[in-house]
């Protein structure tokens, strides 16, 4: 498999980071965030051209699914400041909910190294708790955007994969299992390329334009009706 076109889609958004990083620092958080979300999206992108190259259909899936999940954040946090503020925050909240279910739990104390007290219960109670809020909710930013056709047909197909319910598929099992396993590669592909160049166009949108990506330049990209 020759993943050319993914990457001269990645060398596209590479060449633009360093004008992105430059343009967003002179704005706000969540401008520097959206430029962050379209680095890791094209390093996942770059993983899933030597993935496709080295054959390898199951990881392939499961990196692509995850680009497609940071089109639905992206483009869902667009849409209100509200949403941008979750979506910055997302990881301070994300951080504090697994420590103090942690600390719920008894997995972990917290020590003073001077005295040697237990102050599990007093940190629990801290304000760095206070506002952790659930993580987001991947179908529920799908619907709220407007994309659930790609929750539904995609993301959801893309899931089997990455959960292992796919696995004889993946992994060249079976009747036909050979075949599937090597077409799903360029199709695969395909997909990364598009969903990369989606949040490249969403990030220059916002960071450079100001202005929120309309569904019909999606489309475009896509070629899918949303």
């Known amino acids: 498999m020759n993943p050319d076109k993914l990457r001269q889609q990645i060398t596209v958004v590479a060449d633009d980071l360093p004008a992105l990083d430059a343009e967003a620092a002179s704005g706000d958080d969540f401008a520097r965030h959206l430029v962050a979300r379209l680095r890791v999206a094209a390093d996942n992108a770059a993983g899933c051209a030597m993935l496709a190259e080295a054959g390898l259909s199951a990881p392939l899936a499961t990196v692509t699914r995850s680009i497609l999940e940071g089109l639905f954040v992206t483009y869902w946090a ?21 420590l103090r279910n942690l600390l719920q739990k008894r997995r972990g104390i917290v020590i003073s190294k001077t005295t040697g007290e237990n102050f599990t219960d007093e940190f629990r109670a801290s304000l760095l708790f206070a506002d952790a809020k659930r993580p987001l909710v991947v179908f ?6 407007s994309l659930e056709k790609l929750y539904d047909i995609f993301y959801t197909f893309l899931s089997m994969f990455a959960h292992g319910t796919a696995t004889e598929i993946l992994a060249g099992v079976g009747a036909g299992g050979k075949v599937q396993h090597e077409k799903m590669i360029p199709v695969l592909v395909e997909a990364a390329r598009s969903l990369l160049k989606s949040i490249h166009v969403i990030v220059v949108n916002k960071v450079r334009f100001g202005r929120r990506t309309a569904r019909d330049e999606l489309e475009s990209i896509l070629k899918i009706p949303l």
């Open 78 to 98: 667009l849409l209100s400041d509200e949403n941008a503020r979750t979506v910055v925050e997302s990881f301070r909240n994300e951080g504090a909910r697994l």
């Open 140 to 145: 529920k930013l799908a619907e709220e955007a």
